[in-house]
């Protein structure tokens, strides 16, 4: 017998059991193993009924994602499912943890299915750019129909016990020790005289087509650019409009297509480097963790307001700090409207926003942080202001204690220095707004101890975010590669293209917003602010001033003052092309004796992506980020690079290096500009026609 399926007989009923740590995924061995441990079953005469159950935490979690791509081994999970239905025994699947994907398709082909009240079942193929490819589209349907097949598929997320219950997915949910209730259940099914019931030969009612076009439309919008959804549409459709065998025969052609799209497998990228970024070189579970059961946060603006939102969500007390207690009754007024407003859509009861509220304090003096375990600063960014905070805490703060700072641009080294224990300094910069984005750059000094490191990563997943951990320098991964390509976005407008041309290139690339909408959202006076700085501290350096400063001037700060790049009607955040800076770009390139040219559509998207790859290999030659695919997760939960592009160096990867190096390489030559100086490693990797994703 195989060493991940076995086979037992209690009583009555035999049980097949599913043991493959850690989420019992269908690999080749498990899939073989099942239909193995069946024919046992069924050749067992004392097996009245026979039951497939997972060992250890779960369920059988879906196939094993880590086979896809790799040539495909008999038996296949389709056909196992099916093998299964073809059982001459009455089959019962008894589910704990998560039943996903290929494992809740392995309940359908079940006769009856028993669940744990805490267990959950759901096919997330979509997220994964595929559809359920071992007969869910075809089953699913037939049990609870169409539209709510559809709906389920496509949103992808795992559904609870109860509701699948009311859905007529789960037959009996149960509470206490799964196998002894499962077994019980089962004896009554056979004592009963329980009919077989195979999900295959229930009918499934035809829907109009209005109802897929209908449903196809309404997720247009969010869906964009991904293919999977529309394929789970289409798969779903097929159930409605053709036999069982025909059905699954469509089903497979969507798979197989799916499966071999580049969405796919940026998709797949993206689920195992959400699970990467976490896990730190040189750090492991051994690694010790310091107890984080209070957090104190200097500020109480909308920065440090939104991240104690994270600590209080997740049950974990905030003690915020200010200077005036005007400024924390505001600050702690908006976190309640915040949370108000959620409860309002209803996200979150009444009770638990009181508590949440009850586990904030507030205070007007650093001596009270003297028994928090770690402090976060987001007071303006200024090194003399931070400095003074650091001298403070280090001052007030007990032994033990993280001190950590919300720079966006500062440097963490410097910051450590003026504390006595460097070592317990870490940048945790939250990106705004911070109780929304879920990406945290945990930004690691020379100093920065592994025990700090360990905590704030595994702190990071406590409160919801996605912590990638970075190193010191300007702007660190995120903002850094950004600047970059907000400079090109400028560059190509002073040359002749207009702001709505390069923000629609970008946008149909499949990002949120272009670099110009994304300005106005973030306000133009934050970058015309910091240059006027440097332009005071620093004049002979300092960048100088152009269209994007004099609309600044004018106090055309973006949407918030109704118009920036673009204008805005009232309560209409569209960007419209504004003639106000139209005449601000006309005069600057006057100005400098600017001959302006047509920009073509695919000159602004390799100047502002290929900058960006540029600079995200510097970034990994300097060692800022330890692997492209931290690069990868910062720019998607950052700043919401489309998943199904898998990431910037991942994308890159597609592209192709020597593509991308001898466009780098022309710009530099045509421009000087540093920026185009090919990064040693992008030069490298092209020569040698490798890849990031081999580093
Ligand atoms: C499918 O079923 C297709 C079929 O319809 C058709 C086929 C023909 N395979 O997330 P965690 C690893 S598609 C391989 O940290 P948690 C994971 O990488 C599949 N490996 O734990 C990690 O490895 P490591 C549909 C998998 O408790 C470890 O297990 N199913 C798979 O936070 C622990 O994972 C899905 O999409 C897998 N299927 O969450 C479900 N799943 O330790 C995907 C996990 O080396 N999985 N691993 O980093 C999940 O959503 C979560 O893992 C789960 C547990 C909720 C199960």
Same mark, same amino acid.
């Given at each position: 017998?195989?060493?991940?399926?076995?086979?037992?007989?209690?009583?009555? @009923?035999?049980?097949i059991?599913?043991?493959?740590?850690? &989420?019992?995924?269908l690999?080749?061995?498990?899939?073989?193993?099942?239909?193995?441990?069946l024919?046992?079953?069924?050749?067992?005469?004392?097996?009245?009924?026979?039951?497939?159950?997972?060992?250890?935490?779960?369920?059988? %979690?879906?196939?094993?994602?880590?086979?896809?791509?790799?040539?495909?081994?008999?038996?296949?999970?389709?056909?196992?499912?099916?093998?299964?239905?073809?059982?001459?025994?009455?089959?019962?699947?008894?589910?704990?943890?998560?039943?996903?994907?290929?494992?809740?398709e392995?309940?359908?082909?079940?006769?009856?299915?028993?669940?744990?009240?805490?267990?959950k079942?759901?096919?997330?193929?979509?997220?994964?750019? $595929?559809?359920?490819?071992?007969? +869910?589209?075809?089953?699913?349907?037939?049990?609870?129909?169409?539209?709510?097949?559809?709906q389920?598929?496509?949103?992808?997320?795992?559904?609870k016990?109860?509701?699948?219950?009311?859905?007529?997915?789960?037959?009996?949910?149960?509470?206490?020790?799964?196998?002894?209730?499962?077994? /019980?259940?089962?004896?009554?099914?056979?004592?009963?005289?329980?009919?077989?019931?195979?999900?295959?030969?229930?009918? &499934?009612?035809?829907?109009?087509?209005?109802?897929?076009?209908?449903?196809?439309?309404?997720?247009?919008? *969010?869906?964009?650019?991904?293919?999977?959804?529309?394929h789970?549409?289409?798969?779903?459709?097929? /159930?409605?409009?053709?036999?069982?065998?025909?059905?699954?025969?469509?089903?497979?052609?969507?798979?197989?297509?799916?499966l071999?799209?580049?969405?796919? /497998?940026? =998709?797949?990228?993206?689920?195992?480097?959400?699970?990467?970024?976490?896990?730190?070189?040189?750090?492991?579970?051994?690694?010790?963790?310091?107890?984080? *059961?209070?957090?104190?946060?200097?500020?109480?603006?909308?920065?440090?307001?939104? @991240?104690?939102?994270?600590?209080?969500?997740a049950?974990?007390?905030?003690?915020?700090?200010?200077?005036?207690?005007?400024?924390l009754?505001?600050?702690? %007024?908006?976190?309640?409207?915040?949370?108000?407003?959620?409860?309002?859509?209803?996200?979150?009861?009444?009770? =638990?926003?009181?508590?949440?509220?009850s586990?904030?304090?507030?205070?007007?003096?650093?001596?009270?942080?003297?028994?928090?375990?770690?402090? @976060?600063?987001a007071?303006?960014?200024?090194?003399?202001?931070?400095k003074?905070?650091?001298?403070?805490?280090?001052?007030?703060?007990?032994?033990?204690?993280?001190?950590?700072?919300?720079?966006?641009?500062?440097?963490?080294?410097?910051?450590?220095?003026?504390?006595?224990?460097?070592?317990?300094?870490?940048?945790?910069?939250?990106?705004?707004?911070?109780?929304?984005?879920?990406?945290?750059e945990?930004?690691?000094?020379?100093a920065?101890?592994d025990?700090?490191?360990?905590?704030?990563?595994?702190?990071?997943?406590?409160?919801?975010?996605?912590?990638? $951990?970075?190193?010191?320098?300007n702007?660190?991964?995120?903002?850094?590669?950004?600047?970059?390509?907000? %400079?090109?976005?400028?560059?190509?407008?002073?040359?002749?293209a207009?702001?709505?041309?390069?923000?629609?290139?970008l946008?149909?690339?499949?990002?949120?917003?272009?670099?110009?909408?994304?300005?106005?959202?973030?306000?133009?006076?934050?970058?015309?602010?910091?240059?006027?700085?440097?332009?005071?501290?620093?004049?002979?350096?300092?960048?100088?001033?152009?269209?994007?400063? %004099?609309?600044?001037?004018?106090?055309?700060?973006?949407?918030?003052?109704g118009?920036?790049?673009?204008?805005?009607?009232?309560?209409?955040r569209?960007?419209?092309?504004?003639?106000t800076?139209? /005449?601000?770009?006309?005069?600057?390139?006057?100005?400098?004796?600017?001959?302006?040219?047509?920009?073509?559509?695919?000159?602004?998207?390799?100047?502002?992506?290929?900058?960006?790859?540029?600079?995200?290999?510097?970034?990994?030659?300097?060692?800022?980020?330890?692997?492209?695919?931290?690069?990868?997760?910062?720019?998607?939960?950052?700043?919401?690079?489309?998943?199904?592009?898998?990431? $910037?160096?991942?994308?890159?990867?597609?592209?192709? $290096?020597?593509?991308?190096?001898?466009?780098?390489?022309?710009?530099?030559?045509?421009?000087?500009?540093?920026?185009? =100086?090919?990064?040693?490693?992008?030069?490298?990797?092209?020569?040698?026609?490798?890849?990031? +994703?081999?580093?």
């Amino acid at each position: 017998m195989s060493e991940v399926v076995s086979y037992e007989r209690d009583g009555d @009923i035999g049980v097949i059991t599913v043991d493959n740590p850690p &989420v019992n995924a269908l690999g080749h061995a498990v899939r073989q193993g099942i239909v193995d441990a069946l024919d046992k079953g069924l050749a067992d005469d004392g097996a009245k009924a026979l039951m497939i159950i997972g060992g250890g935490r779960t369920f059988p %979690a879906g196939a094993d994602i880590r086979e896809f791509g790799k040539p495909p081994q008999e038996p296949s999970l389709p056909d196992v499912v099916q093998v299964l239905e073809n059982s001459d025994k009455l089959l019962i699947a008894a589910v704990h943890g998560t039943a996903l994907g290929g494992g809740m398709e392995i309940t359908l082909g079940c006769d009856y299915r028993v669940a744990l009240d805490s267990a959950k079942m759901g096919l997330p193929e979509v997220n994964l750019g $595929l559809l359920p490819g071992a007969g +869910g589209t075809q089953r699913l349907p037939r049990l609870i129909g169409a539209k709510a097949a559809m709906q389920a598929i496509v949103e992808g997320k795992p559904m609870k016990a109860a509701k699948l219950k009311d859905m007529g997915v789960i037959d009996e949910v149960v509470s206490g020790d799964l196998k002894a209730e499962a077994i /019980a259940y089962a004896e009554k099914l056979v004592a009963d005289g329980a009919p077989r019931r195979k999900v295959s030969e229930l009918s &499934v009612e035809k829907e109009s087509d209005n109802v897929f076009s209908e449903f196809e439309q309404s997720i247009a919008r *969010k869906k964009r650019g991904f293919l999977a959804p529309f394929h789970c549409i289409k798969a779903v459709q097929a /159930a409605t409009e053709l036999d069982f065998a025909a059905g699954m025969k469509r089903e497979r052609e969507l798979f197989t297509e799916l499966l071999n799209s580049p969405e796919s /497998a940026a =998709q797949r990228h993206v689920f195992f480097a959400e699970r990467e970024v976490g896990k730190v070189p040189g750090i492991s579970k051994e690694t010790p963790k310091r107890d984080i *059961k209070q957090v104190g946060i200097i500020g109480a603006g909308t920065m440090g307001g939104g @991240i104690a939102m994270n600590f209080l969500s997740a049950g974990i007390p905030v003690k915020m700090l200010e200077m005036k207690q005007e400024a924390l009754d505001k600050g702690v %007024a908006l976190i309640r409207k915040n949370y108000e407003a959620t409860a309002k859509k209803g996200r979150m009861t009444s009770d =638990q926003v009181e508590k949440c509220m009850s586990l904030i304090s507030t205070s007007l003096s650093y001596d009270d942080l003297s028994d928090v375990d770690l402090v @976060i600063e987001a007071v303006f960014e200024n090194m003399k202001v931070k400095k003074q905070v650091f001298g403070e805490l280090d001052r007030v703060c007990k032994d033990g204690a993280i001190l950590a700072t919300n720079t966006s641009t500062l440097d963490v080294n410097e910051i450590a220095q003026s504390t006595n224990r460097p070592e317990d300094v870490i940048g945790m910069h939250f990106f705004s707004p911070a109780n929304v984005m879920k990406l945290l750059e945990n930004v690691r000094g020379e100093a920065t101890s592994d025990e700090v490191i360990a905590t704030v990563m595994d702190l990071s997943k406590r409160i919801g975010k996605v912590g990638v $951990l970075v190193g010191v320098c300007n702007g660190f991964v995120g903002n850094r590669i950004l600047h970059k390509r907000q %400079a090109q976005a400028v560059k190509l407008v002073n040359e002749g293209a207009t702001p709505s041309q390069v923000d629609k290139v970008l946008f149909d690339f499949g990002l949120p917003m272009g670099p110009f909408a994304m300005a106005d959202l973030a306000g133009l006076d934050v970058g015309w602010r910091i240059r006027e700085g440097l332009r005071e501290d620093d004049p002979e350096n300092a960048p100088e001033r152009d269209w994007m400063d %004099a609309l600044a001037e004018q106090e055309r700060w973006g949407q918030k003052t109704g118009g920036g790049v673009f204008d805005y009607a009232e309560g209409d955040r569209t960007p419209r092309p504004s003639d106000t800076a139209m /005449a601000e770009i006309e005069k600057y390139r006057k100005e400098k004796g600017i001959e302006t040219r047509e920009v073509s559509d695919q000159e602004i998207l390799e100047r502002c992506l290929y900058v960006m790859v540029n600079e995200g290999a510097k970034i990994l030659e300097e060692g800022i980020a330890m692997r492209p695919l931290d690069v990868d997760i910062v720019w998607i939960y950052g700043y919401g690079f489309p998943v199904y592009r898998g990431g $910037l160096m991942f994308w890159a990867d597609q592209v192709g $290096l020597d593509k991308i190096h001898a466009k780098v390489k022309q710009f530099y030559d045509e421009s000087g500009d540093p920026v185009w =100086q090919p990064s040693a490693l992008l030069e490298k990797l092209a020569s040698e026609g490798r890849k990031f +994703g081999d580093l």
